[in-house]
């Protein structure tokens, strides 16, 4: 399967400072990119969508200018939460698209954010 | 609205035995679905994918697929306590060119 790294895996920051992600993957070249979010108990949810060089498509109810996706290359992509509050408070995780078969959804480690 | 609809459980299994998950989707598009294994603080895992009408089988796992009945299911043979986790039935629309859509996950504790 394909490698994938996040970093960092675990962040704890104080309301209303900003947070990157970044999401690696290491042994292929990813030309589009999911962000999923997923709160306790709760399933993943897809937040956005980038391809390599344009800009993200949100989901319904994602804040785009809360959640900066930046996609500048084809092995890493980013996350930025800006001004974060504690209902922010959740694990990102990246999943890189490999290639064109539909057996490629793999995801990074993920980021657990808390927000103070 | 797509949706997915998975049994939280937990399902308790006894070690050895078949445990069997199901899940139901609500969009009749969706070409292609994943199976999940989530631990505690942990990422999923692809198990398996299917896409077509069926069964398919990967070592003690198999995965059954049934568009009409917009119904997909896991069985997991001979169950060891390690499979003890949340199992994520997910699904796609666009054959890999959109986001997945998941389930909210059945947790499965296999009894030693």
């Known amino acids: 399967g394909a490698v994938v790294s996040q970093h960092p895996s675990w962040v704890i920051c104080k309301s209303g400072t900003s947070v990157k992600i970044e999401c690696r993957s290491l042994d292929f070249q990813a030309t589009t990119m999911f962000w999923y979010r997923q709160f306790p108990k709760q399933s993943l949810m897809l937040m956005a969508t980038?391809?390599?060089?344009?800009?993200?498509?949100?989901e319904q109810g994602v804040e785009k200018d809360k959640f900066l996706i930046n996609h500048a290359s084809l092995t890493l992509s980013t996350l930025t939460v800006t001004s974060a509050h504690p209902e922010d408070s959740s694990f990102y995780i990246c999943s890189p698209k490999v290639g064109g078969g539909i057996d490629t959804q793999y995801f990074g480690p993920g980021t657990r954010l808390t927000v103070l | 609205q797509k949706e997915v609809e998975q049994n939280s459980g937990p399902l308790s299994v006894p070690e050895g035995a078949i445990a069997s998950l199901n899940c139901t989707y609500s969009d009749r598009g969706s070409q292609s679905f994943f199976w999940y294994r989530q631990y505690s603080g942990k990422s999923p895992e692809l198990i398996m994918f299917i896409y077509s009408n069926g069964d398919k089988e990967d070592g003690r796992f198999t995965a059954q697929l049934n568009k009409a009945s917009q119904y997909v299911s896991l069985l997991i043979r001979d169950s060891q306590p390690s499979d003890s986790a949340t199992y994520l039935c997910?699904?796609?629309?666009?054959?890999?060119?959109?986001?997945?859509?998941f389930g909210k996950g059945t947790h499965l504790i296999i009894q030693p």
């Open positions: 997910a699904v796609n629309t666009g054959g890999g060119a959109d986001g997945l859509t």
């Open positions: 980038s391809n390599e060089g344009s800009k993200a498509t949100y």
